[in-house]
């Protein structure tokens, strides 16, 4: 793990959360980690303020660091945050279907309460950080069934 860039995001994470997100502040009310046993972190954000699409205001997210966070991985790409959860329960209004539609869709919870949300980052380029993580998350769930198979999205 580059734990220089790491450490960078949990420094961005720390003040970033102070600032409004749609329109509430703080953006996120605190930032928690913890290693895992493969040498990775991870990271909480707790009462993350999410877009207007969804059934509640806050919820709380948990994103996995994997060890080789920000190593490179080949083709001049770094290894990034791998995977995502939010708490159950959070629905998200598909304008498409003009329905509520579950997040997450296809888990239920895990040790630590939260469910996994089908969000897959891939490798980046040098120069991205935690904040284009959550700016994924964001347009997922502005955007439910986006890149889903319809027996997901239903």
Known sequence: MNFKLHNEDLRILQVEGRRP???????????????TRSGG????LRQFSVPPSCSVER???KLEAPPNLYEP??????????????????????????????MPRLFGRDSDGFAYLCLHPVPVRPGKNVL???????????????????????
Do not use: C, Q
């Not at 997100?21 to 290693?35: E, H, I, L």
């Open 21 to 35: 997100r749609f329109g509430r502040a703080p953006g996120w009310t605190m930032v928690d980690w913890k290693p």
């Open 41 to 44: 972190n991870i990271v909480f």
């Open 73 to 102: 991985v080949g083709r001049g790409l770094l290894a990034f945050y791998r995977n995502v959860w939010i708490s159950p329960g959070v629905r998200v209004w598909d304008r498409r279907r003009k329905r509520w539609a579950s």
């Open 132 to 154: 284009d993580l959550l700016r994924v998350l964001d347009l997922h769930l502005l955007n439910p069934g986006h890149k889903a198979e319809f027996w997901e999205a239903s």
């Open 59 to 61: 919820t709380d997210i």
